[in-house]
């Protein structure tokens, strides 16, 4: 068993109800929860299909039949099923249930409504009749079938049929279709028989079937509803009708079909049809509006019609294909601003065919009426244009010529077309000449004619622009006169037509316009300045011969030159007032002025005139990027002002005549300037007026202060060094990278391009504090502070506009110094005299920089020392025993520092020296002067039987104090 497949977005639900009669009962609800047809013998208000079925036909009343499963619900063995005698029935599916019959019978049914029920019938394609949905009822108008509406539903291979008693609200976003078989040339099943009406079809598509034919479908509007290879027909007789359809595309694949038969249509709007035998055939129809109608064999056939206007009918002909139709054998009283393309009007009946736009194709006509009398109809206002491929016939092909009026035949220049058929003499054009810009028109015709002129491209029979009407003369002459200036197109060339008791003639032979002497004067006029009769007047004449005469207020003058046709005419020095000058050619009885006038021009005044001046400092070091700003107002009398600045090698202008307003002179090195402003478009100039002098400050060049720049190395706790770095003249948007280099490459990088306030405790930034000074984004001198820097080597790269400079350090290791080889020994001691002591470190054995540290509970002194060996003193030391520390100064780290003991500085009345580490170690004693008084004695007795006084003992300054 096959089944054709459905989206899953177009499956759709069933819902219909009744308007009459509806019962006040409750309405009970049967749930469908199993996809087997079959009657289970369920209990309750849910089961199968059939169960629901077997229910709803014991109980009557109103129901809601609910499909909560999905799949398929297979009723194919059942004939027939039948729903009748309930006051409600309500067919509520879900997106996934597809229940397929043979068919299906609703009578009797006061309201009924479907709604998201997809409906399959797998014998369709075989050509059966297929399952249908049947909605009928009594005779009893009581008791017939309403159908409240079908929503979301699909019919798949399935017909809609609604019965004589019944009716139907809406059809919606619905979707019927049949599958053509391979033998199929004709489609011939019907998709919806409506004997009832139907007030409704929107957001519907049909394919392959016919709708509502024979019985007839009576409908209250179609919209935008979608046919293929499927058609509308209405003409199976009983008064049906449809009040309108719009918005809907028709399309014929096998162009066999008719879209639309109806016996009675309201209007078609905006409808597209695509491949019919016919688009509309046979059909009662009041308005036909902007509708398309393509390769169609015929648009509209045996059609009668109110109106057709704004539609297109296009034909696109293969190689074995002629034109087709798009109006034949129809009745309408107008057709207006329609497209041809490639299409004909033939055989029909149309009253008036107006504003229509016509491009014929191969060897054909475009409106053809033959046999009859058409001296009532009219066409005007038409446009028919032969510039296409292939041999047209002609435009306008009758019996007997109608009104042709304001029609424009466009006709290729090397073919010999007449659009017209007729047999009505044209009139005759005798001459048209032109003269000031003028063509005037001469030409004969028959008593009583009625004259349209053309302007014509010079080829047989075109017509490219309508001009005018004019009447023939007693004598039989007609004449007219057009601007040059109403012409659409540079062609001279004129063609016309006349009309002769409503019947209009064949196009009269093309006449190009001859030229005739012209005279044209034109000057310049400069008027007198600062009040002194300096004007100058010039006067050029062209079309000058020997015959032309001219005057200055009345006074023969002579040219100063003549060039072939144009004289030049010039006057110095005369006095204000009104001037008339003329030249005259009395062969051609023509003549041409150029009157002026002379005023006399005063200095401007600037009186009114203020301005302020400003600056805009540069932004990079010894580049030309400063501004100078000049704000003005008062320039109340719109004169061309001229402000410029000058400087040492700079001049620089702009103009302006706005009453106020603002201007910049950009690109300035730094330096001074003086700004100036005049006036340049007067005849007599003012000096130029100096605004004041300015001065665009140099900025200094952007650089960091190696000198003071302090480089940590990595602490043993954090593993992070640091950086603190002054930087000078820093400008905001300036940049500021640090980067990690790594084999001589840059690798991660930390950029800064904005310097903030300094905030206790943040780091890691660039700031200004308050001795910083600052002017319009200009800093004497910022900050760089970054303290999570790994050990390695940096570069600091600094950008200020297109130039860089590098700086570069190094943090280093944060490895722990082992200090186990260092030797050092201390002593405290006190000059006789002095109020406070000294303490002395002698140390050897290891080459780093060191920190020796004093302290007790009072008092705690540092110094660092480079130096491998060497000796550390500690002036103003009090009173007191001290412990003295050393430690690598390079990291800060705990294990890098060790005690070398306690020491002890003498008070006033301590006698002897106390000192640390290695009291019985041998050594020398010296006196203050340097002589040796002991040689290798054990440093705790070194000063027995010596004097008070000052001596060196092993190295070591030391103090005996009594006499011992």
Request: net charge negative; glycine share 8%.
């Amino acid at each position: 068993m096959h089944y054709f497949a459905i989206s899953r977005k177009r499956l759709v639900s069933l819902f219909m109800m009744l308007l009459v009669a509806v019962s006040t009962q409750a309405i009970n609800t049967f749930t469908v929860n199993t996809t087997n047809p079959n009657e289970t013998g369920a209990e309750g208000n849910s089961g199968s299909f059939l169960d629901a079925v077997k229910k709803i036909k014991e109980t009557g009343g109103s129901w809601t039949i609910e499909f909560a499963t999905s799949g398929v619900i297979e009723a194919g063995d059942q004939t027939n099923i039948k729903l009748e005698n309930i006051d409600e029935l309500n067919l509520v599916g879900n997106k996934d249930v597809k229940l397929t019959v043979p068919s299906i019978f609703f009578s009797n049914i006061a309201s009924f409504s479907m709604e998201n029920m997809n409906l399959i019938n797998e014998e369709g394609e075989e050509g059966k009749n297929g399952c249908s949905i049947y909605l009928r009822g009594l005779s009893s108008d009581n008791n017939s079938c309403h159908c409240k509406y079908i929503k979301n539903c699909n019919f798949d291979n399935v017909g809609l049929i609604i019965g004589k008693e019944s009716s139907c609200d809406l059809i919606s976003n619905c979707k019927f279709w049949y599958t053509k078989g391979a033998d199929q040339t004709r489609i011939t099943k019907r998709i919806i028989i409506a004997e009832g009406p139907i007030k409704k079809i929107e957001e519907t598509s049909f394919a392959n079937g016919l709708v509502g034919c024979n019985p007839a479908l009576a409908c209250e509007s179609i919209e935008n509803c979608t046919f293929t290879n499927s058609a509308l027909s209405t003409t199976g007789g009983n008064g049906a009708s449809i009040e309108s359809i719009s918005n809907c595309t028709f399309s014929d694949e096998t162009k066999l079909l008719n879209a639309i038969s109806a016996y009675s249509i309201g209007s078609i709007y905006n409808c597209t049809f695509e491949g019919y035998e016919s688009a509309l055939y046979g059909t009662n129809v009041q308005n036909v509006n902007s509708c398309k109608m393509s390769n169609c064999w015929a648009g509209l056939s045996s059609v009668a019609s109110e109106l057709v206007d704004l539609c297109t009918f296009t034909f696109t002909p293969s190689e074995d294909e002629d034109s087709q139709y798009a109006i034949l054998k129809s009745t309408i009283t107008a057709v207006d601003s329609c497209t041809f393309m490639g299409t004909v009007i033939s055989e029909g009946k149309i009253s008036k065919i107006s504003n229509c736009s016509f491009s014929p194709i191969s060897s054909q006509y475009c409106i053809q009426f033959t046999d009859k009398d058409f001296s009532d109809y009219v066409i005007e206002k038409n446009t028919f244009d032969f510039n296409s491929n292939g041999n047209p016939f002609c435009a306008v092909y009758l019996s007997k010529a109608g009104l042709l009026s304001q029609n424009l035949f466009f006709t290729p220049t090397n073919k010999n077309v007449n659009p017209i058929k007729c047999d009505i003499t044209a009139p005759t054009i005798s001459s048209v000449v032109v003269q000031n810009g003028k063509y005037k028109i001469k030409g004969t015709a028959n008593t009583g004619a009625q004259i349209e002129l053309f302007l014509s491209n010079g080829s047989q029979a075109s017509a490219v622009q309508y001009l005018t009407k004019v009447n023939t003369k007693d004598d039989l002459t007609f004449e007219a006169e057009i601007s040059e200036k109403d012409l659409k197109y540079d062609y001279t060339c004129f063609i016309a037509t006349a009309t002769y008791d409503n019947h209009t003639s064949c196009l009269s032979k093309p006449v190009c316009a001859q030229e005739i002497p012209e005279l044209e004067a034109e000057g310049d006029v400069i008027d007198n300045t600062c009040s002194t009769p300096n004007s100058k007047v010039s006067i050029r004449v062209t079309g000058w011969t020997d015959e032309c005469v001219a005057t200055l207020n009345g006074k023969i003058e002579q040219p100063a030159t003549i060039n072939n046709d144009i004289a030049l005419f010039e006057f110095y020095g005369l006095n204000g007032g009104n001037y008339e000058f003329e030249a005259i050619n009395e062969e051609y009885a023509i003549k041409t002025a150029f009157p002026f006038q002379l005023t006399t021009i005063e200095e401007p005044d600037l009186s009114k005139l203020t301005t302020e001046l400003d600056v805009k400092l540069p932004e990079c070091y010894a580049e030309p990027d400063g501004w100078i700003f000049v704000d003005f107002a008062g320039n109340e009398s719109g004169l061309n002002l001229e402000f410029s600045i000058k400087g040492i090698g700079i001049e620089q202008t702009e103009t302006t005549t706005k009453v106020k307003g603002n201007l910049s002179f950009m690109d300035l090195p730094s330096g001074n300037y003086e700004v100036f402003v005049n006036v340049v478009n007067a005849d007599c100039p003012s000096p130029k007026k100096s605004l004041g002098k300015i001065n665009i400050p140099s900025i200094k060049k952007l650089m960091m202060d190696e000198d003071n720049m302090i480089v940590k190395g990595a602490n043993c706790e954090t593993g992070y060094g640091s950086i603190f770095l002054p930087i000078l003249n820093y400008i905001d948007e300036d940049q500021v990278t640090i980067y990690h280099v790594v084999n001589g490459e840059a690798h991660g990088k930390y950029g800064y391009h904005y310097a903030s306030k300094k905030k206790n405790g943040v780091y890691d930034q660039m700031y200004y504090t308050d001795e910083t000074t600052e002017e319009n984004g200009h800093y004497d001198k910022i900050f760089l502070e970054c303290t999570l820097l790994i050990p390695g080597k940096y570069w600091v790269v600094t950008t200020q506009c297109n130039m860089n400079d590098t700086l570069e350090f190094e943090i280093k290791d944060y490895k722990s110094i082992d200090l186990s080889g260092l030797e050092a020994t201390a002593s405290g001691f006190r000059q006789p005299g002095e109020e406070l002591g000294k303490i002395q470190i002698r140390h050897t054995g290891i080459s780093e920089e060191l920190k020796f540290t004093v302290k007790n509970a009072t008092f705690e002194k540092s110094i660092t020392t480079s130096f491998s060996s060497g000796y550390v003193l500690f002036h103003d030391v009090p009173a007191g025993e001290y412990e003295v520390f050393v430690q690598a100064e390079r990291d800060n780290c705990p294990d890098s520092e060790k005690s070398l003991g306690k020491v002890v500085v003498p008070d006033a009345e301590q006698t002897g020296v106390k000192t640390l580490n290695n009291d019985d170690e041998l050594v020398d004693v010296f006196d203050i002067l340097g002589i040796r008084l002991k040689k290798q004695v054990n440093r705790s007795s070194a000063l027995d039987g010596l004097k008070k006084g000052v001596y060196i003992v092993g190295n070591k300054r030391v103090v005996k104090t009594e006499n011992k």
